[in-house]
T-cell receptor, first 114, second 114 residues
Framework: ETGVTQTPRHLVMGMTNKKSLKCEQH?????MYWYKQSAKKPLELMFV???????ENNSVPSRFSPECPNSSHLFLHLHTLQPEDSALYLC?????????????FGNGTRLTVT | GENVEQHPSTLSVQEGDSAVIKCTYS??????FPWYKQELGKGPQLIID?????GEKKDQRIAVTLNKTAKHFSLHITETQPEDSAVYFC?????????????FGTGTRLQVTL
Protein backbone atom coordinates (compact mmCIF):
# COMPACT_ATOMS: atom_id res chain seq x y z
CA GLU A 1 0.00 0.00 0.00
CA THR A 2 1.30 3.47 -0.84
CA GLY A 3 0.71 6.95 0.49
CA VAL A 4 -0.69 7.94 3.86
CA THR A 5 -3.28 5.68 5.48
CA GLN A 6 -5.51 6.73 8.34
CA THR A 7 -7.72 4.50 10.49
CA PRO A 8 -10.49 4.46 11.37
CA ARG A 9 -12.27 6.45 8.65
CA HIS A 10 -15.14 7.28 10.97
CA LEU A 11 -15.31 7.39 14.77
CA VAL A 12 -18.17 8.23 17.12
CA MET A 13 -17.29 8.58 20.75
CA GLY A 14 -18.84 9.83 23.94
CA MET A 15 -17.31 12.59 25.95
CA THR A 16 -15.96 10.16 28.54
CA ASN A 17 -14.43 7.66 26.09
CA LYS A 18 -10.79 7.13 25.24
CA LYS A 19 -9.89 6.35 21.65
CA SER A 20 -6.91 6.62 19.32
CA LEU A 21 -6.46 7.67 15.71
CA LYS A 22 -3.77 5.94 13.69
CA CYS A 23 -1.73 7.16 10.75
CA GLU A 24 0.83 5.25 8.70
CA GLN A 25 2.91 6.61 5.84
CA HIS A 26 4.59 4.45 3.19
CA UNK A 27 6.49 7.28 1.48
CA UNK A 28 9.75 7.14 3.40
CA UNK A 29 9.17 10.62 4.78
CA UNK A 30 10.70 11.84 8.03
CA UNK A 31 8.11 14.38 9.18
CA MET A 32 4.48 13.82 10.17
CA TYR A 33 1.66 16.18 11.07
CA TRP A 34 -1.82 16.24 12.60
CA TYR A 35 -4.29 18.79 11.24
CA LYS A 36 -7.87 19.53 12.27
CA GLN A 37 -10.35 20.41 9.51
CA SER A 38 -13.64 22.04 10.50
CA ALA A 39 -16.31 23.34 8.14
CA LYS A 40 -15.71 26.84 6.79
CA LYS A 41 -12.44 27.19 8.75
CA PRO A 42 -8.83 26.99 7.56
CA LEU A 43 -6.90 23.82 8.21
CA GLU A 44 -5.52 24.03 11.75
CA LEU A 45 -2.09 22.57 12.46
CA MET A 46 -2.07 20.62 15.72
CA PHE A 47 1.26 18.81 15.99
CA VAL A 48 4.45 18.30 14.00
CA UNK A 49 6.95 15.50 14.41
CA UNK A 50 10.33 15.53 12.72
CA UNK A 51 12.52 12.44 12.99
CA UNK A 52 10.12 11.15 15.65
CA UNK A 53 10.62 14.22 17.82
CA UNK A 54 7.76 16.61 18.46
CA UNK A 55 8.84 19.97 17.09
CA GLU A 56 5.61 21.87 17.33
CA ASN A 57 2.49 21.88 19.46
CA ASN A 58 0.08 24.59 18.44
CA SER A 59 -1.57 25.26 21.81
CA VAL A 60 -3.66 22.11 21.52
CA PRO A 61 -5.69 21.10 24.62
CA SER A 62 -4.20 18.28 26.65
CA ARG A 63 -7.17 16.05 25.85
CA PHE A 64 -5.33 15.46 22.55
CA SER A 65 -2.10 13.50 23.03
CA PRO A 66 0.12 12.62 20.05
CA GLU A 67 2.56 9.76 19.82
CA CYS A 68 5.16 9.04 17.14
CA PRO A 69 6.88 5.70 17.83
CA ASN A 70 8.80 5.77 14.52
CA SER A 71 8.98 7.80 11.33
CA SER A 72 6.22 5.77 9.67
CA HIS A 73 3.57 5.82 12.39
CA LEU A 74 1.69 8.58 14.14
CA PHE A 75 -1.11 8.32 16.69
CA LEU A 76 -3.50 10.81 18.23
CA HIS A 77 -4.85 9.68 21.58
CA LEU A 78 -8.18 11.20 22.54
CA HIS A 79 -9.81 11.45 25.97
CA THR A 80 -12.55 13.51 27.59
CA LEU A 81 -13.36 15.26 24.33
CA GLN A 82 -15.92 18.01 23.86
CA PRO A 83 -18.61 18.23 21.15
CA GLU A 84 -16.67 21.09 19.51
CA ASP A 85 -13.86 18.63 18.87
CA SER A 86 -16.02 16.97 16.21
CA ALA A 87 -14.15 17.46 12.92
CA LEU A 88 -12.12 15.73 10.23
CA TYR A 89 -8.64 14.92 11.54
CA LEU A 90 -6.01 14.76 8.83
CA CYS A 91 -2.59 13.23 9.05
CA UNK A 92 0.14 14.37 6.66
CA UNK A 93 3.77 13.58 5.99
CA UNK A 94 6.63 15.33 4.21
CA UNK A 95 10.26 14.80 3.42
CA UNK A 96 11.87 17.33 5.70
CA UNK A 97 10.09 20.29 7.23
CA UNK A 98 11.33 23.03 4.90
CA UNK A 99 8.74 25.64 3.95
CA UNK A 100 8.32 24.19 0.47
CA UNK A 101 8.12 20.53 1.47
CA UNK A 102 4.90 19.24 -0.13
CA UNK A 103 2.49 17.83 2.40
CA UNK A 104 1.02 14.40 1.59
CA PHE A 105 -2.31 13.99 3.35
CA GLY A 106 -4.24 10.91 4.33
CA ASN A 107 -7.99 10.73 3.77
CA GLY A 108 -8.75 11.64 7.35
CA THR A 109 -10.77 10.34 10.27
CA ARG A 110 -14.23 11.85 10.66
CA LEU A 111 -14.70 12.24 14.42
CA THR A 112 -18.07 12.84 16.04
CA VAL A 113 -18.21 13.52 19.78
CA THR A 114 -21.62 12.93 21.33
CA GLY B 1 0.72 36.24 12.10
CA GLU B 2 -0.25 35.55 8.51
CA ASN B 3 -3.91 35.78 7.46
CA VAL B 4 -5.11 34.30 4.16
CA GLU B 5 -8.51 35.17 2.73
CA GLN B 6 -9.99 33.12 -0.12
CA HIS B 7 -12.87 33.93 -2.48
CA PRO B 8 -15.34 32.81 -3.56
CA SER B 9 -16.41 30.15 -1.08
CA THR B 10 -18.39 28.37 -3.80
CA LEU B 11 -18.07 28.50 -7.56
CA SER B 12 -20.16 26.80 -10.21
CA VAL B 13 -19.04 26.71 -13.85
CA GLN B 14 -20.12 24.84 -16.93
CA GLU B 15 -17.84 22.20 -18.35
CA GLY B 16 -15.34 23.80 -20.68
CA ASP B 17 -15.47 27.20 -19.04
CA SER B 18 -12.66 28.71 -16.97
CA ALA B 19 -12.61 29.03 -13.19
CA VAL B 20 -10.68 31.56 -11.13
CA ILE B 21 -10.11 31.43 -7.37
CA LYS B 22 -8.50 34.37 -5.60
CA CYS B 23 -6.56 34.64 -2.35
CA THR B 24 -5.08 37.57 -0.47
CA TYR B 25 -2.44 37.43 2.24
CA SER B 26 -1.43 39.88 4.91
CA UNK B 27 2.27 39.27 5.62
CA UNK B 28 4.50 40.83 2.97
CA UNK B 29 7.29 38.44 4.08
CA UNK B 30 5.35 35.45 2.70
CA UNK B 31 6.98 34.12 -0.44
CA UNK B 32 5.69 30.61 -1.02
CA PHE B 33 2.13 29.95 -2.19
CA PRO B 34 0.87 26.38 -2.77
CA TRP B 35 -2.58 25.28 -3.87
CA TYR B 36 -4.20 22.07 -2.66
CA LYS B 37 -7.17 20.20 -4.14
CA GLN B 38 -9.43 18.11 -1.91
CA GLU B 39 -11.81 15.69 -3.56
CA LEU B 40 -14.81 14.33 -1.70
CA GLY B 41 -13.78 11.84 0.95
CA LYS B 42 -10.08 12.41 0.40
CA GLY B 43 -7.30 14.48 1.88
CA PRO B 44 -5.89 17.61 0.21
CA GLN B 45 -3.37 17.10 -2.58
CA LEU B 46 -0.81 19.64 -3.77
CA ILE B 47 -1.56 20.63 -7.37
CA ILE B 48 0.69 23.63 -8.01
CA ASP B 49 2.82 26.11 -6.12
CA UNK B 50 4.59 29.40 -6.82
CA UNK B 51 7.39 31.36 -5.24
CA UNK B 52 7.50 35.12 -5.00
CA UNK B 53 10.30 35.50 -7.54
CA UNK B 54 7.91 34.21 -10.21
CA GLY B 55 4.81 36.03 -11.44
CA GLU B 56 3.07 33.12 -13.14
CA LYS B 57 3.37 29.37 -13.35
CA LYS B 58 1.48 26.94 -15.57
CA ASP B 59 0.92 23.20 -15.54
CA GLN B 60 -1.32 22.03 -18.35
CA ARG B 61 -4.81 23.41 -17.62
CA ILE B 62 -3.96 25.05 -14.32
CA ALA B 63 -2.01 28.23 -13.70
CA VAL B 64 -1.25 30.40 -10.73
CA THR B 65 -0.51 34.12 -10.82
CA LEU B 66 1.02 36.23 -8.08
CA ASN B 67 0.88 39.98 -7.49
CA LYS B 68 3.31 40.74 -4.66
CA THR B 69 2.51 44.43 -4.61
CA ALA B 70 -1.17 43.81 -4.04
CA LYS B 71 -0.49 40.69 -1.95
CA HIS B 72 -2.83 38.46 -3.86
CA PHE B 73 -2.53 35.28 -5.89
CA SER B 74 -4.99 33.37 -8.03
CA LEU B 75 -5.62 29.90 -9.37
CA HIS B 76 -6.85 29.62 -12.93
CA ILE B 77 -8.35 26.44 -14.35
CA THR B 78 -9.10 26.42 -18.08
CA GLU B 79 -11.32 24.02 -20.01
CA THR B 80 -12.85 22.71 -16.80
CA GLN B 81 -13.89 19.08 -16.59
CA PRO B 82 -16.18 17.24 -14.15
CA GLU B 83 -13.14 15.77 -12.39
CA ASP B 84 -12.07 19.31 -11.46
CA SER B 85 -15.03 19.41 -9.04
CA ALA B 86 -13.46 19.60 -5.57
CA VAL B 87 -12.56 22.00 -2.78
CA TYR B 88 -9.47 24.08 -3.48
CA PHE B 89 -7.31 25.60 -0.74
CA CYS B 90 -4.69 28.29 -1.13
CA UNK B 91 -1.92 28.72 1.41
CA UNK B 92 0.97 31.03 2.17
CA UNK B 93 4.18 30.77 4.11
CA UNK B 94 7.48 32.54 4.59
CA UNK B 95 10.41 31.03 2.78
CA UNK B 96 12.55 31.13 5.88
CA UNK B 97 10.07 29.07 7.86
CA UNK B 98 9.05 25.46 7.91
CA UNK B 99 6.14 23.58 6.38
CA UNK B 100 4.39 23.96 9.69
CA UNK B 101 4.11 27.70 9.08
CA UNK B 102 1.72 27.27 6.19
CA UNK B 103 -1.44 29.34 6.63
CA PHE B 104 -4.41 28.02 4.69
CA GLY B 105 -7.43 29.80 3.24
CA THR B 106 -10.95 28.63 4.04
CA GLY B 107 -11.42 26.81 0.73
CA THR B 108 -13.46 27.19 -2.47
CA ARG B 109 -15.92 24.50 -3.48
CA LEU B 110 -15.80 24.25 -7.27
CA GLN B 111 -18.68 22.52 -9.05
CA VAL B 112 -18.30 21.79 -12.74
CA THR B 113 -21.67 21.13 -14.33
CA LEU B 114 -22.30 19.28 -17.57
Amino acid sequence: ETGVTQTPRHLVMGMTNKKSLKCEQHLGHNAMYWYKQSAKKPLELMFVYSLEERVENNSVPSRFSPECPNSSHLFLHLHTLQPEDSALYLCASSQGTAYNSPLHFGNGTRLTVT
Amino acid sequence: GENVEQHPSTLSVQEGDSAVIKCTYSDSASNYFPWYKQELGKGPQLIIDIRSNVGEKKDQRIAVTLNKTAKHFSLHITETQPEDSAVYFCAASMGTGTASKLTFGTGTRLQVTL
